[in-house]
Structure formats: C-alpha cells, structure tokens
C-alpha cells in the first residue's frame, strides 16, 4: 500500500465529506450580522467595514459568476465559496495530523507497516473530521463571511512549513518559506489570523537549521518569533501606510505638489531600496538576509490587494466605508480608529474619573488644495490607573456586570487583583473556555450567554457532573431541553484530545510545543489582545476558531495513543483499526449526530426575507432611518444585489456622525435621489461639529427646526460657545422644536389622503431628547426641515427610541418602519404604543411580507428566533388597532395569518411577554378556546421554566436568573387576572394555584 497516495486519496476523501456536509446546510440566502454587507461589497466592489477584507471580495465576486445571472443565487454561491474553503481546509488539516504522526511513528527510511498506515490516515481522519463537525467552525463554513477563508489560509501556512520542515535539507526547499510569505500577505487581505501562526513556524524553522538547542535558544526563537509578528503587524500593515501618507503631506503641503505624489515616491523609494537590499545580499552570499528580503517583498506583493480599497474608494460606490481615497482616509481605515481604542497594558478602571484631555498627533483630512487639520487625537486624562486593564468600560451596563461579576461594592475601586481576576474567570474562563467547551464537550442552549447558567453555558451531558458546576439538573425546561443546540458529547472529544496532547508531549516534545503556541496564540493570546468587554451584542467563539483547529490535531493524535497503550497485545494493524474507529464514534461521529440539526440552515430565509418586510413596509421614495448590524446589512445586501426597492434610501444611523457618509447620502445611489441635506461638506467635516451642546437660552417658544438648522450652521460669533481648549463650537440653545405644516404639501404628497385632511396639525411640536447635537443628529434635522413632506420618512421599528431624536409622538406603525405623520399628537396612544397606520400595516402584512420559513425550517438562529418575537409583536401591534377601529373581521383574518406563519414554539422567556398579549386579543375578539390554549401554553412554559430556576437557586442558595423569573411572574399573574376578566374560572383558578406555588419558590429572595 502506497502511503503518498493513501494520504492523497483519504485527504481528499475529508474534502468531499466535509464540503458536502457543508452545502446540505448551507444558508440559502444571506444571513444576518456582516453577511449582507460583504455579499453586497464582493458583488459590486464596494468598501466594506474596517479594516476591510479586499481579497475576501475579490474571491467571492468570482464564486458570484457561478449565479448565471440570477440575483436570487448569488448569495447561494457566495456561502457556497465558504463551503469550499472550508472543506479544503480540513483536506490540509487532514495533511498536517498525518504528517506529525508520521514524523513520531516512522524513522527517516523506514517502511511504513500496515498498522502504522492505519494510525497515521485514522489519526487524520479523527482530528480532520471532528474540527469539520465542530460548533464554531461549522457555523463560519455555511455563511458569507472571512472567518472560512481566514481558517484555510491558516491552514494552508501551518501545512506548508511541515512541507518545508519535510524537504529543508533538499535543494531550494526555502521556496516553501518564500511560498509561505505570500500567503500570509494575501491574509491580511482577509483576516489577520494567518499571522499568529508566526511564533510556531519560528520553531519548526529553529529546530530543524539549528544542530543543538537550548533553553536560551528558544527563549530567543519565541522572542524573534513575536518580533517577525510585530514587524508584520505593525511595520508593514501599519507603518508601511503610515510612512507613504506622512510622505504625501509633505510633498502637497509643502512642496504644493497633487494628492498621492508623496506616496508615489515613498514607493518608489521603498522598491529601490528593496532591490538594492536583495541584491546586496546575494552578491555577499547573505541567506538569511536574501530570505528575509524576499519574504518581506512577497509578504508586500499580497498585502497589495488592498489596492482595490483605494481604487473602488476612488468609484464612490453606495457601500463607501470610511471613504479610504487617500493617504490618511486610507490609513485611519486600517487602524480602525472609527472603533476606538482598548487599553491593553495600562489604562483606567471602570469608576476612574476623567480629570482631563490630554493631545495627541494631528488629525489630517483631504481638503481641496491640501491636507487640511482635523483636529488633534484625543485621550482622557484619569485619577487614578492600572496596569493591565482588563475592567476599563463605563458604557451603559458595563460597570454593573463588573461588579456585580467580581462581588465588589458599589464605591470599591478595582485592583490589579481584581483586574486580573476578571481576565481570568470572565475574558479566559467564561468568553474563551465557554466557546472552547462548546466545541469539544457539549452545548446547553443557543441563548446568548451573559454570565448566568442556564442560557449558552457548556454541558457535559452527564447529569451529576452538570449539577455540580450549574446546580440542580433534574428538571431541564424547554429552553434547554428542546433547543437544537442542546449538544452532548459527554467530553469525549475533549478526552481524546487531552489523551492526544499527553501523548504528543511525551513522544515529540518539540513539535507537541509548536502546535502548543500555534493553540496559545489563536487562543488565549486574542484574549488579551482584544481584551473584551461584557454584554457582547452576539456570542464572539469564531475569534477563537483557530486555537479550536489546533486542538483538532491532538484528538487525531490521540487515536495512535489508544492504539499504543490499550490495545497493546493486539497485532498492530488490529488495534489500529479498533482506535480509530473509537476515535470515529469518540468525536467526529457524536459531533455530527449532535450538532446538525443546530447547523442545518438549509430552509431558513429570516434574514432575507425580513430585509424585504423592511423595505416593504416604506412607500415609494422613503427614507428609512436604521441603526444596528441586521436592521441594516440585510437591506444592504436585498437592495444592492437582489435590486429590491432601490427608490429607498437606507440611512444608518450608527454611521451618521461620519462625514463620509453624510457625503454619501448627498449623491444619488441606485434609484434613489440625494437626500435634502442643505449643509456644505465644510460645515461638517471631520473635526467641524462633531459634537454641539446644549445651552439653555430659556427661550419659551419652540423653534422653527429650518432656523435650529441655521444656527447650528452659523459661523457668527452668537452661534458659538467657548471650550476649555480655547476652541469655539456652536451650541443648540433650546430642545423646543417645530415644523410648521403646510396642509397642501401633505396631501400634494400622499402622506396624508384628502378625506384626512382634518387629522393634519398645523405643525409638528417636540422636545429634543438629548444634551447635545452630533452631525448626524444635525443632519436629520437637515433633511427633516428641507424634505417638505416630498420623501415619506421612516424609523425601522428596531431603533432605539433615544434615537427618534423626540418625534415619538408622530411616529406611526406601518409594519416593520414607523412613518413621520403630521397629525395632531395623540399623547395617550403613544405611550401605549397605539400609533399604527392601520390600512397601510395591514395591506403590508397580509399581502407583501414575506416570512422566511420560520414555521417549516429545520432549524432558526438565535437572530432568527428573535425576530418571531419581533413579528409577533407586529402583529398584536396590528390586530389591536383593527380590534379599536371596530374591523373585527380583518383582525380575524390577521389572526389566522400569525398562525399560519409565526412558529407556535416558545424560544426563550422573551416570548412570552408576545404570547400574553395574542391570547389577550384573542378574548376580544371572542375566541376564547385559542386563547385558553394560548394561556395554557404560556404558562406550561413558564412553570417549566420558572421550575429550572427555582431548583438551581434553591441547590445554590442564591437566586439565579431574576429578570426571567420577575418577568415570568409578571406574565403569569397578567394571564390569571386575563383568565378571571374573559370568566374562564376553572383556568383561572388553576393559574392562580400554579402562580402561587412559583411565587412561593420564590418568596426568600424578594423582599416585600
């Protein structure tokens, strides 16, 4: 038997296994968070978000030719490019555990027997398919976005210096190196994970050109290892860019030459000089320096795809982030400084006051002539400080997690010992070893965790084990018990893998410690580099994938220790064979039976079809204000690729205090004119309003907003205040707002019919709801004052209501937007959340949503499932306002559409606040059997529910889960007094005695 091509054929063998797995559950359409934007990005060539991913785009642009032409298919084969890289990275897994059991099993010459054949191809076989199967990795693999691709180029980098490691004492063996170089450079046009491979390929390099080692020449190596990775990071993604735009500022400002001169030459200089160093070294015989050089210029070569950021920049394409089209857009793109600073080695605590403002480097900006000052860079000055910071955000919620996470006291100001505490059991114990148990032990739920234990924790499966860690286990609720994603593995793959790491340590130390820092600085070395905050808008376990594939190498590895030590007095080829297929069932088999019907997106269309809903839900030529991820990559992705509504315009509010986007919502993008922004791009370039404050003018009377406008835009000393760095701003002297309407326009418009003329009020009165104006606040008043009721104006329904700016009280229901409607204000209905234009919301939900398979897919997200909260809310929203118009026949009808399309089954406690309110519509309406059921159902899942959590804080003897169990409690006493109101006596009683005996469970941790 052949080994090379036993190796081939069984390498490719876990291509086809996994790629296959990967298209039968492949997401069908987009798929929420970045997905939308980089589908719409890679089709159209557009700037995606910081720091970019230029090779990504060009990549999945080529799988997009495949669609034939069909708008529909293209994100179908975009996820379908992930599928594939995704597949070939565990073909090159497969080929790195062959090739390190190979180097401990056979000698240098020796035949491979047929019992060493059967472990090395089992041991890849276990470690390649149980990565395939693993939870992080295989939800990156069926999607749109970097991390799969990221994954493969790590995969191909880690394979490629075993290949040179295999060949080193060949001739020209070194061009593995060289080839190893250029895909790291091509990396970084994808992800910059490639790199953290660097410390590990140091020592395969140091171990195999260096005849003696020793502790001193590997504390050395682990130093030059991290100083390559450094140079990389900084000196060539970095400073590279940072040394061509300095250089450009010199040659415009000073020497008056165009925009790019300067980095034209830099080029120029830094090419001769890359020239002149290479052939220098070949002409004195400098190896190292040659290598090093050519490494440096491959490196540079694939780094070069981010040329296509500035050359697309350039086109002003509708998806322009950050506008990199010049030197210093270009540079602050790549230092994501729109994301702010983390403070890594030393900065404030939480609860340390600001004391002041301390300058940094100038900020530049492209003017017309030059670059112009944008203002200096900024940090905060503090009392007091720390080194390694790990507790450092005063966001909303953040100082209450930490806390209440490290038992502090409210005036208690943290320590180094507290700081270190909460990196190791928050950031390493909760956000790293939660994810990496995930993968290899078992899932409780797919509930996004935030600290508790009963929603995203681990499981082992073993019940005693699990109650000793997240307390009494007897009475799993539904939560749990029915979630897809309640995996178990009962630790087997991790066994296999610890077995593995024994194992590998003890008979190849040396290349057992490179796939240890390979696993250390995908791992816990992004820990302390991202240094996370708590509360995360979604689970973070793809950063970590990485250290997840280098553990996939010690369960392949652990099939030839069961083979050597259990199964010792069997002939070789016999026990080889008995290991491996315990390795089979042990991991990759369990991890398949487990987790695909968690991973099976196959039938699901949520995301795509709620993007649809959203821009349905706009009349023609609408504005539609969103503000976060998937209230507005999915209509990216719907309106750029699949042409759906293009006379919207979709404004993200999250990206309106930027002056670049503020420029693009002034040109016209696809068939939707610029929007009625009136101010010059001067008037709020970077630097120029960024923030103007509120001083009270005691002015009685509410404003004319054109005049508000006027004055915010005013150079006149009146306008502007002074700051304590002697600078002046304008400032906002009244929060009294108006917008006189003029009834003609309105109706001239269509946003009000004639026969409606009389609910017209002769202006829009509001209260601003902030103590300062940032640009995109001031740009919103901008469009407001101008628009003149010609564009109807929209908020999706997912903004927060800070972010209506005060204009809650106009602001009408159509579905999932609300309109800005000039009618008289209805105060009482507003804050019942009873403003619905009913025949607009009703025509839009009954004839043009769409609703994504939410009754028949095989399984919903977490994103998914929330949004059955969010459509269920719409329609309690809509048969409420048809019930108080007095159509009950419409409500009816309404009511068998949220059967027909809303799934039945309770996700989460969220739910059930939806549930409540339909069976509280479905006694108005007199259908008093379904909502009985209704009832009878909610509160079956709240006693289960409330019954989990009752038995963990009783074994715990501590309240666990006390906003789900004040909620639950709340719910059900609401549907006890609903039951008593319609006279459903007997369900009433019941439900109070059921509401009793929970509220008793209960009682020791409230106090009255």
């Not at 320096?289 to 795809?305: C, K, M, P, R």
């Not at 690729?641 to 293009?646: A, D, G, L, Y």
């Amino acid at each position: 038997m052949n080994y090379t091509k036993t190796n081939n054929i069984a390498g490719w063998a876990c291509f086809v296994i996994a790629t296959l797995s990967y298209v039968l559950t492949l997401e069908p359409s987009v798929s929420f968070w970045d997905c939308g934007e980089f589908i719409a990005s890679a089709l159209r060539m557009q700037v995606v978000h910081q720091p970019g991913a230029p090779l990504f785009l060009m990549i999945q642009r080529f799988f997009s030719i495949f669609a034939g032409g069909d708008l529909t298919k293209i994100a179908w084969w975009m996820n379908f490019g992930s599928a594939a890289a995704s597949g070939a990275t565990i073909l090159f897994l497969f080929w790195t555990i062959t090739a390190l059991a190979k180097k401990v099993l056979i000698k240098p010459g020796e035949t491979i027997s047929t019992g060493n054949m059967v472990s090395i191809i089992g041991a890849g076989l276990v470690g390649a398919l149980a990565y395939t199967y693993s939870d992080s990795f295989w939800f990156s693999a069926v999607e749109s976005e970097v991390y799969a691709l990221s994954s493969l180029f790590t995969a191909i980098v880690f394979w490629a210096i075993l290949k040179w490691e295999a060949h080193a004492d060949e001739p020209r063996a070194d061009r593995w190196l060289l080839f190893i170089a250029y895909i790291m450079g091509l990396s970084i046009g994808i992800h910059l994970l490639n790199l953290l491979t660097v410390p590990a390929i140091a020592f395969v390099y140091y171990f195999k050109r260096f005849k003696t080692h020793t502790t001193s020449g590997m504390f050395k190596t682990f130093l030059v290892g991290c100083l390559i990775l450094g140079i990389i990071q900084y000196g060539v993604i970095q400073y590279l860019v940072s040394f061509g735009a300095y250089f450009d500022l010199f040659f415009v400002n000073t020497l008056g030459l165009g925009f790019g001169t300067g980095v034209l030459f830099f080029a120029v200089l830094l090419i001769g000089a890359l020239v002149w160093g290479i052939r220098y070294s070949i002409k004195h015989q400098m190896k190292i320096l040659n290598l090093s050089l050519l490494s440096l210029v491959l490196i540079i070569f694939g780094y070069a795809s981010f040329a296509m950021i500035i050359i697309r920049a350039k086109a002003d394409p509708n998806l322009n982030n950050s506008d990199p089209d010049n030197a210093f857009s270009f540079l602050s793109y790549l230092n994501r400084e729109q994301y702010g600073d983390r403070p890594l080695l030393f900065g404030p605590n939480f609860n340390s006051e600001k004391t002041g403002i301390e300058e940094g480097k100038t900020l530049y900006r492209k003017g017309k002539e030059k670059y112009e000052s944008a203002g200096k860079k900024t940090d905060y000055k503090y009392d007091s400080t720390t080194p390694l910071p790990r507790m450092y955000s005063d966001q909303g919620g953040h100082p209450e997690f930490y806390k209440e996470w490290m038992r502090m006291a409210d005036d208690q100001k943290p320590t180094l010992i507290h700081n270190v505490g909460f990196l190791f059991s928050y950031q390493i114990g909760y956000m790293y070893m939660r994810y990496f148990f995930w993968n290899f032990v078992g899932r409780q739920n797919d509930e996004q965790g935030q600290g508790s234990t009963f929603e995203g924790n681990w499981i082992t499966g073993v019940k005693a084990l699990d109650a000793a860690r997240l307390g009494n286990q007897d009475n799993l609720p539904p939560s749990i018990k029915e979630s897809n994603a309640h995996n178990k593995f009962y630790g087997l793959p991790l066994i296999l893998g610890l077995i593995g790491i024994f194992w590998h340590f003890k008979r190849d130390a040396r290349n057992a410690g490179i796939v240890g820092l390979l696993f250390f600085f995908t791992g816990i070395a992004i820990v302390l580099y991202l240094n996370q905050k708590p509360l995360e808008p979604r689970e973070r376990d793809y950063a970590y994938a990485g250290s997840f594939y280098a553990y996939a190498i010690w369960i392949g590895l652990g099939v030839i220790a069961l083979r050597e030590w259990l199964f010792k007095k069997l002939s070789p080829a016999t026990g080889a064979g008995i290991a491996v297929v315990i390795g089979l069932f042990a991991a990759p088999v369990i991890m398949a039976a487990e987790g695909w019907d968690d991973h099976d997106r196959s039938t699901k269309l949520v995301a795509h079809d709620i993007a649809y809903d959203y821009l349905q839900s706009c009349a023609p030529n609408a504005i539609i204000f969103t503000y976060g991820d998937n209230d507005t990559y999915p209509l990216w992705y719907i309106q750029e690729v699949e042409n759906v509504r293009p006379d919207v315009r979709i404004v993200n509010l999250s990206l309106f205090d930027t002056d670049w986007y503020i420029n693009g919502m002034k040109q016209k993008q696809n068939e939707s004119a610029p929007l009625p922004i009136s101010m010059k791009e001067e008037q709020y370039v970077q630097g120029n309003r960024d923030v103007m404050y509120y001083q009270d003018y005691k002015i009685a009377q509410s404003q004319e907003l054109k005049d508000v406008v006027d004055f915010l835009l005013s150079d006149a000393e009146e306008a502007k205040i002074s700051l304590q760095d002697g600078s002046k701003t304008n400032f906002i002297p009244t929060k009294k707002f108006k917008i006189t309407v003029n009834p003609e326009e309105v109706i001239a418009s269509g946003t009000v019919p004639a026969s409606q003329r009389d609910r017209i009020a002769p202006e829009i009165d509001w209260t601003f709801n902030k103590n300062y104006v940032t640009k995109g606040s001031l740009a919103m008043f901008d469009i407001l004052a101008h628009n003149k009721w010609k564009r109807p104006i929209y908020f999706a329904t997912t903004v927060p209501s800070e972010q209506f700016n005060g204009l809650d009280n106009y602001l009408y229901n159509e579905g999932l937007a609300l309109r800005l409607m000039p009618f008289k204000p209805d105060t009482a209905a507003a804050e019942r959340g009873e403003l619905v234009n009913t025949d607009a919301m009703y025509n839009h939900v009954m004839n043009k949503f769409r609703w994504g398979n939410m009754t028949t897919a095989k399984y919903l997200d977490p994103q998914s499932s929330d949004d059955t909260f969010i459509m269920t809310s719409m329609f309690n929203n809509l048969i409420s306002a048809l019930i108080r118009e007095g159509r009950t026949a419409d409500a009816l009808k309404a009511v068998a559409k949220y059967e027909q399309v809303i799934p039945k089954k309770f996700y989460s406690m969220n739910s059930v606040i939806g549930k409540y309110y339909m069976a509280e519509n479905l006694y108005t309406l007199n259908q008093t059997n379904k909502a009985n059921e209704l009832v009878k159902a909610t509160a079956d899942f709240i006693k289960k529910e409330l019954t989990y959590l009752a038995d963990i804080s009783q074994s715990k003897n501590s309240l666990t889960g006390s906003q789900n169990v004040q909620r639950g409690l709340y719910i059900f006493n609401m549907m006890v007094q609903a039951a008593a109101k319609n006279n459903q006596t007997k369900l009433s009683t019941q439900l109070e005695k059921d509401f009793m005996a929970l509220q008793s469970r209960f009682a020791m941790y409230f106090s009255e």
